[in-house]
């Protein structure tokens, strides 16, 4: 008689420091959020040309601003004089130009350097040659995602290849038309853990039962602790007696147009990596962006999306935000509890997965091919 081995029950985490060693923390902004295509504004929060953001990617700083003909632009917020940073604010409008304010170099809102204190006698200066550095600009979902690499990886497959990975195909996603939504709400959270805390966290759902009690009411299988990333084209179903994906499972707002019947009711999840996660819904669309600043703190920025006519109506949206709002709380007060014990001599070598996270331990061989084998 031949026995099969029996796959193990628990599987290894990542050891403690790999959430506190600020050496590693360093490494992962070199090859995780500089050498990635990084989520860093929603294209609508650049109204006008003239607009602008400034984003920490890694360990750079990015301006982002909106041309005189209306597409997006990044750039290294660094001047080429002598290095000041450009913009300090973290948003605003400029009326034509860029203008460093320590020798007053300015640029149009392309990047190019238009004029500089005696550059006419300069002759031999090419303003082209010292135009601000641009950096790779895709647009998808609303968002603008820039990448840092010199060759930046394919957006296709890095990014628009999550949604394919979760749900199958990418017209799952494309049905809720989520560039043409609008903002109904955003709320920064100000987390002190590290980043992968918080992807872990919400990459399963053993914890469902235990800390989302509004949730578990809304999607009942939840409770069983089987993740909505844990099967591909798998959305957790709303509970019988659910009216809507709000805090009390009362009625929510109409479909989106196209999102398919077999759509309905239900929420999907899907995890973009490394920074970003999707929350899918009949009648909205949730989208976190995270901003890693240190190994243990971490901004979270959370944008609740309707279609524009129901921002538009002025519509009561708050059971719809509050469901969401408390889940995000709930789970960052766990990442938040967690944190502290990562660097506990009982955590030294690391904890266990138990099988509904077991592709926990598939993001952690991500995390390890991206560092190229080298972490401390
Ligand atoms: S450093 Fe910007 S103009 Fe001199
Ligand atoms: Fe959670």
Known sequence: MTTHPVAPSLVATLPGH???DPELFR???ERVFEALWFCAVRSADLDKPGAFRTVQVGR????????RTGELRAFLNVCRHRGAQLCT???????????CPYHAWTYDLDGKLVAAPNLTKMPDVDRAQYGLITVALREWLGYAWVCLADEPPSFEETVIGAAVERLGDTAAIDR???????????ITYDVRSNWKLIVENFMECYHCATIHPELTDVLPEFADGYA?????????????DVKGFTVDGSEGFGRLPEVAED????????????????????????LHRMFPLAQDRTIVEC????????????ADLSKSVELFHRVNAQDFDACERTQPAMSSRAYRSGGVLVPTEHHIGIFHEWLLKQLGGEHV
Request: aromatic share 12%; proline share 4%.
């Open 18 to 20: 790999y959430y506190t």
């Open 27 to 29: 490494l992962e902004q």
């Open 60 to 67: 750079e700083s990015v301006l982002i601003t909106r041309s």
């Open 89 to 99: 604010e973290e948003s605003g409008e400029v009326r034509r130009n860029l203008q």
């Open 176 to 186: 809720y038309r989520t560039e043409g939504l609008a903002l109904g709400k955003r």
């Open 228 to 240: 909505a990333q844990y099967y591909v084209g798998h959305g957790a179903e709303f509970g019988d």
């Open 263 to 286: 759509q309905d009711r239900r929420y999907y999840a899907m995890t973009v990596k490394p920074t970003v996660f999707v929350n899918l819904v009949p009648d909205h669309v949730i």
């Open 303 to 314: 944008d609740w999306l309707y279609a524009p006519e129901v921002v538009e109506s002025g």
